[in-house]
């Protein structure tokens, strides 16, 4: 029975955690004038260059159809530019254009700096101890659920 309280609980406070983490991250993003999708494909394509629109799509977890809406909002704003695959004719390459590098560049340090703001409460070992810990809760809960790795 101890045990069942411990699990609600931890389940409880990694909600409002994850809620309060959530807000504070999406408080940032708006602050550059970005939502949360806009400035995670920026940021892919910032950390890991060039990528097939499926790929992003697939790394964002959304839709072709919501990916294709987000690029279109980002190519508006000239951060973003579309080729044709050399190799696939058939896959649209997405990339920063000069533009949306020296835009992204400009503000991530300040979002790493958010993202350190929140978690300088955590020592070195308990960051690592923690990240380890939540990899083990999510694979098990994906396990559970069925679905792919």
Do not use: W
Not at 69 to 78: F, N, Q, S, T, W
């Amino acid at each position: 029975m101890s045990h069942n309280k411990e699990y609600l609980k931890l389940t409880t406070v990694l909600f409002r955690s994850m809620q309060n983490v959530e807000a504070v991250i999406k408080n940032d993003i708006s602050s550059y004038q970005l939502n949360t999708s806009e400035f995670g494909v920026l940021e892919l394509l910032y950390n890991r260059g060039k990528q097939p629109i499926q790929s992003i799509a697939n790394r964002m977890l959304m839709a072709n159809s919501s990916m294709t809406y987000v690029i279109d909002k980002l190519e508006d704003k000239k951060m973003i530019s579309r080729t044709q695959d050399e190799v696939d004719k058939r896959s649209t390459m997405i990339d920063l254009t000069k533009e949306g590098q020296l835009f992204f560049s400009s503000i991530f340090p300040s979002h790493v700096q958010t993202l350190s703001n929140i978690y300088q409460c955590l020592s070195p070992e308990e960051l690592t101890a923690l990240i380890e810990s939540l990899k083990k809760i999510g694979y098990r809960a994906m396990e559970m659920s069925g679905a792919k790795k």
